[in-house]
């Protein structure tokens, strides 16, 4: 199983509160996958990849799940990380694991287009 690690303390705590958590990165981890999440407990979460960024106003719709206030702070954070120009890619990951127990009855929380509507994420 892979590992993913969150420096910034703000979506490490997010993730761990809410069970979901969408970040941005500089590189391309490639297929969706099970990850292991350093310090967060020993849970197993599915990381899916979205797509890739170009620009923060792709992220609008997704800040609310994404630890920050908003798309303004979200955005500085992740230019501390990527610099300027460089390929960015968006990540959801969700909680499938917690301390051996698989969460919704053992089912995979992948209804996306379900959950996105919920929630108020429009497709």
């Given amino acids: ?9 703000c979506v490490d ?3 761990f509160e809410n069970e979901i ?11 969706n996958c099970y990850v292991w999440v350093e310090g967060n407990c020993g849970c197993v979460y599915l990381r ?3 797509g890739r960024v170009v620009s923060k106003v792709q992220l609008v719709k997704f800040v609310r799940w ?5 798309v303004d702070e979200w955005w500085k ?3 501390r990380f990527v610099r300027e120009g460089g390929d960015m ?11 051996g127990n698989f969460v919704d009855d053992g089912k995979v929380k992948g209804d996306y287009e379900l959950w996105n509507r919920e929630a108020g994420i429009a497709s």
Avoid at 66 to 70: I, L, P
Avoid at 89 to 99: E, G, I, P, S
């Fill in 21 to 31: 958590v969408f970040s941005v990165r500089g590189y391309d981890y490639g297929e």
């Fill in 77 to 79: 954070v992740i230019r």
């Fill in 89 to 99: 890619w968006l990540y959801r990951l969700d909680l499938v694991c917690n301390d």
């Fill in 13 to 15: 705590r997010f993730l």
């Fill in 66 to 70: 994404s630890g920050f206030k908003s």
């Fill in 1 to 9: 199983m892979k590992k993913m690690r969150f420096d910034v303390e």
């Fill in 48 to 50: 899916t990849k979205l």
